[in-house]
Each structure stands twice: as structure tokens, then as C-alpha cells.
């Protein structure tokens, strides 16, 4: 039984040092993951991390602008994959209300529908539906990036009352 329990406190060690020697890293990849289709979480890593740097220092250090760009571009470029992946689509006829929605905001507004990027189920369809219609792609990147980093200054306001 004892060797048990050293075997999972060695375990959690390495798990504690490997997570604050790579954080902004699986930062990225957290961001990245979860603005492409698959699941993600970045919104409870970012915090998880945002908080314990906001209690030891300033807003304007060094550690909140990395952990600030590594979630944005992480999440911009996994919206940027989602673009491409859209791209490759074929022409088709939807038929689901919720895609001829976004198809039509797309079409209504262009490539600024993209500040919107950063919201749940349609972030992703608005991404992909802008590739699928071939949208201008520096202005793509622009609002998808700018979308995303206005998310997380938001999440990184939120966080503050945890501090207390």
C-alpha cells in the first residue's frame, strides 16, 4: 500500500512540474483544440493560470501578455484551421435553420460576423462557413484574431473576483 502512494505522489509531482515548465504551451494547445471542432477548455486553463500571475504581480506583466498571446493565437489559428477545413468544403444546400442563419449573417455582414468567432456551437460554423464561401481572407484573420482577444482580456476581468 505504501508504494502505492509513493508511486502516485512521484506522479503528481512530475504532473505539477511538467505543468508549470509548460504552461503556456498547453495553453496553446487548449486554445487551439478547442476552437477547432473538437472539445476544449481553454476558458478554465487560461483562468487557472491568469489567476495565481494577477495575485503576484500587475496587469501589465510580462506573464499576462504571454499567457494573452499564446491563448489568442492558439484559439485564432484553431479558428483559422476550421476557415481552411470550410475551404475544402464542397457546394452543398443546407437545409438546418441554425446554418442558413449564419449563412445568411455571413453573407449580411462579411467578414466582421468573425469578431464573433469566439462563441459556443456557431463560432465554429462561422468560421467554417466563411471559408466555404470564400470570404477575404486578411480580413478573416483579422476580426477572428481580434475576436479572440477581446474574449480573453474579457475572461482574464472575470477573473479578478476570484482574487478576493
Request: glycine share 8%.
Amino acid at each position: 500500500m505504501m508504494e502505492w502512494l509513493l508511486g502516485m505522489e512521484w506522479l503528481l509531482g512530475l504532473l505539477t512540474d511538467f505543468w508549470q515548465t509548460h504552461a503556456l504551451w498547453l495553453m496553446f494547445a487548449s486554445a487551439f483544440l478547442s476552437a477547432t471542432v473538437l472539445p476544449g477548455n481553454s476558458e478554465i486553463i487560461f483562468i487557472a493560470l491568469a489567476i495565481p500571475k494577477l495575485a503576484l504581480g500587475t496587469w501589465l506583466s510580462t506573464d499576462i501578455f504571454l499567457l494573452l498571446f499564446m491563448a489568442t493565437l492558439g484559439n485564432g489559428l484553431g479558428s483559422l484551421t476550421t476557415y481552411g477545413i470550410g475551404r475544402w468544403l464542397p457546394q452543398f444546400r443546407p437545409k438546418n435553420h441554425r446554418t442558413l442563419w449564419v449563412m445568411r449573417q455571413l453573407q449580411r455582414y462579411g467578414s466582421l460576423t468573425l469578431l464573433l468567432s469566439w462563441l459556443p456551437i456557431v463560432g465554429d460554423l462561422f468560421c467554417a462557413l466563411a471559408g466555404w464561401l470564400r470570404l477575404n481572407f486578411i480580413a478573416s484573420c483579422f476580426f477572428i484574431f481580434l475576436g479572440k482577444l477581446v474574449r480573453y482580456v474579457a475572461l482574464l476581468f472575470l477573473s479578478v473576483p476570484f482574487l478576493l
